[in-house]
């Protein structure tokens, strides 16, 4: 059982409660539910932006203990003032140590475009990200097979919310549907959490030229950005490279400086 399989089973778990504390007509009155969501397409294909999406995440299973200390309102106002296109917030509690509180209150500070990162298997949670201010939610198309993908996505769309797909190899692309609008491609290997970003160039050609492409995980230097830019990626999602420092967010900064200059 690889990690994914462990976060997944303990998911379905945990679903069963939050529908039990908070069921959909709850979610259906939160103040963001019947808001109009920010375009993150938009936004990252912008060309006087960075294409970073910058990440808000605590704790993850391979590194462990990342940042316990940095506060997310903070946090995510610097990354966007800091020329970030886009934010990223993990809800993921027990594995990464997030909340949709943390998400709740990014966006309460921010006007950029959020996308929930978490796991996917219900539509629940799709409707749970409508209502605490997402603008995109994340597909793995590792735990999903086609059919899940696209109502997942459709339902997506019905709520105004853009979709990630997740991909780690060619193959996963057999779930693509004509509601996901972005294609992430995740460099870190499930097996052994090694990471290359040479993953995201040997599958640049495979993805279909309409969706935007996202590179995932192991981005550290500005040089790498340049070269992927190379092969068409518009998105570059960074999460860990920025929270390791004691100010994520001065991170970010001096990272976008090093790119634009």
Do not use: W
Not at 240 to 254: G, I, R, Y
């Amino acid at each position: 059982m690889n990690i994914l399989d462990k976060i997944v089973t303990e998911k379905v778990k945990d679903l069963e409660i939050r529908k039990s504390i908070t069921p959909v007509k709850i979610l259906e009155h939160s103040i963001y539910f019947n808001m109009p969501c920010v375009s993150m397409t938009e936004s990252i294909v912008n060309p006087a932006k960075s294409g970073i999406i910058a990440e808000f995440k605590r704790r993850s299973p391979s590194k462990g203990l990342i940042n316990n200390t940095a506060d997310v309102e903070q946090t995510t106002i610097g990354y966007i003032e800091a020329g970030a296109s886009a934010l990223s917030v993990l809800t993921d509690e027990q594995f990464f140590g997030g909340s949709s509180a943390d998400l709740f209150t990014a966006r309460k500070v921010n006007s950029a475009p959020i996308l929930r990162k978490d796991f996917t298997i219900d539509g629940y949670q799709i409707i749970e990200a409508k209502s605490i201010g997402a603008d995109a939610i994340l597909l793995i198309a590792a735990i999903l097979d086609k059919q899940k993908v696209k109502d997942f996505s459709a339902l997506a769309h019905r709520l105004g919310l853009q979709v990630l797909l997740e991909i780690h190899n060619a193959e996963e692309l057999s779930v693509l549907s004509e509601n996901i609008d972005l294609i992430g491609v995740n460099n870190r290997n499930l097996k052994d959490f090694s990471v290359n970003i040479q993953t995201s160039i040997n599958l640049s050609e495979k993805i279909p030229p309409e969706f935007v492409k996202i590179s995932e995980s192991g981005i550290s230097k500005a040089e790498n950005i340049i070269e992927l830019k190379k092969y068409g990626y518009k998105g570059f999602l960074m999460g860990e490279n920025f929270m390791k420092a004691q100010n994520p967010a001065k991170a970010c900064s001096q990272f976008i400086v090093q790119l634009q200059s």
